[in-house]
């Protein structure tokens, strides 16, 4: 049996999963207990390399031993970095060995600004997964991903692009919760591709327009929250709730 980043997926998809726990802290402990109340009710967790960075040595350490633990826990769900990478390729190069050799997560966040090329050292790694900024969460997004390319906002024409480096059936796309009509629309651009989508939560998106991400398998969707779980008195129950509230609104 294939063990690739889509196929753990698609695993939890049809077990009705969709919820991404965003692991933002280095603080091992925490990380464990979280993992420990949720990993049943999870079809991804996606730890954000920055809150480990900023820890140092220590911290580093942290999301080293965080990624075992989902693993150890439950070696079916998949691990996302979102770091965020882009750059040259050689420099890309390294970052892949970091993220996919050195922690061992199955997929990892990257931006597309310098194009196909300085990513292809990512795109080739058909067992891990890359998912690609098209349309971000945050308020400003729009500076850039807004702008008109030949009548077309730019998130789309990014959208369209990425589409086409998905030879090895390992690539999806972020796209905001906090921009239904754009989910919608880069779900009609990038097909059955998986979407992560981050903003649910802390940042304002609301479930009930999830919907608006669904591939043809009415699937294909990783709703990421991290604050309104990981820092609730009781995570399990946070986790539960938001499980539950995306099978009602997905009905």
Not at 49 to 62: D, H, N, P, Q, R
Not at 65 to 73: L, R
Not at 82 to 88: C, E, P, S, T
């Amino acid at each position: 049996m294939s063990n690739t980043f889509l196929d753990k997926l698609t695993l939890k998809w049809k077990d009705g999963k969709f919820v991404c726990v965003g692991l933002d802290s280095a603080d091992l402990k925490l990380n464990k207990s979280v993992i420990d109340q949720t990993f049943d009710l999870v079809c991804a967790y996606k730890p954000n390399s920055a809150f480990y960075e900023a820890a140092g040595a220590k911290g580093w350490e942290s999301l080293k031993q965080t990624i075992n633990y989902v693993h150890q826990k439950d070696s079916s769900i998949p691990v996302i970095l979102d770091a965020k990478r882009g750059d040259i390729g050689n420099t890309n190069e390294e970052y892949t060995k970091a993220a996919f050799d050195g922690l061992g997560v199955d997929a990892v966040t990257v931006h597309p600004y310098l194009g196909k090329e300085s990513l292809e050292p990512f795109l080739k790694r058909s067992d891990r997964g890359v998912l690609v900024l098209v349309k971000t969460s945050n308020p400003g997004a729009g500076e850039f991903q807004d702008l008109k390319i030949e009548g077309k906002p730019l998130y789309q024409v990014v959208a369209e692009h990425v589409k086409s480096w998905n030879t090895n059936n390992n690539v999806g796309v972020v796209v905001g919760a906090t921009y239904p009509e754009e989910l919608k629309k880069a779900r009609e651009i990038v097909g059955d591709m998986p979407i992560l989508i981050p903003g649910i939560g802390a940042q304002g998106g609301e479930v009930n327009m999830l919907k608006n991400g669904l591939d043809s398998n009415r699937a294909g969707i990783i709703v990421s929250s991290s604050r309104a779980i990981i820092l609730a008195d009781n995570p399990r129950g946070a986790t539960l709730k938001l499980h539950q509230q995306i099978q009602e609104a997905l009905k």
